[in-house]
């Protein structure tokens, strides 16, 4: 059974820095993507990050800040979050999605709470 585990999460100051890890159990083939959402209190899961092979995709809100990366062998994630604010306060999950065949699969963490507060 495929599982997901993040870490990283805690609480900062505005304008500093944290680096969320996301590591993979159970899986036997390399995931296609990647990604990283988040979801604030009474507020939709949004999609924050994602990765495919070298091409990578930001929301707005987090274009210039963030960075996500990857260790495709290990099907590792990582974000790097640079310069948080207060409205990055959410519960990041972890996300590894693709085909395995024409199957789809679609996997998600726990989460990690990232708290920006003064």
């Known amino acids: 059974q495929v599982q997901l585990a993040e870490s990283g999460g805690g609480l900062v100051r505005p304008g500093e820095s944290l680096r969320l890890k996301c590591v993979s159990s159970?899986?036997?083939?390399?995931?296609?993507?990647m990604a990283w959402y988040r979801q604030a209190p009474g507020k939709e899961r949004e999609l924050v990050a994602s990765?495919?092979?070298?091409?990578?995709n930001y929301v707005d809100s987090v274009k210039g800040r963030f960075i996500i990366s990857r260790d495709s062998v290990r099907n590792t994630v990582y974000l790097q979050m640079n310069s948080l604010k207060p409205e990055d306060t959410a519960v990041y999950y972890c996300?590894?999605?693709?085909?395995?065949?024409?199957?789809?699969?679609?996997?998600w963490g726990q989460g990690t709470q990232v708290t920006v507060s003064s």
């Open positions: 159970g899986s036997r083939f390399r995931f296609d993507g």
């Open positions: 990765i495919i092979g070298p091409a990578t």
């Open positions: 996300n590894a999605n693709g085909h395995l065949g024409a199957r789809p699969y679609d996997y």
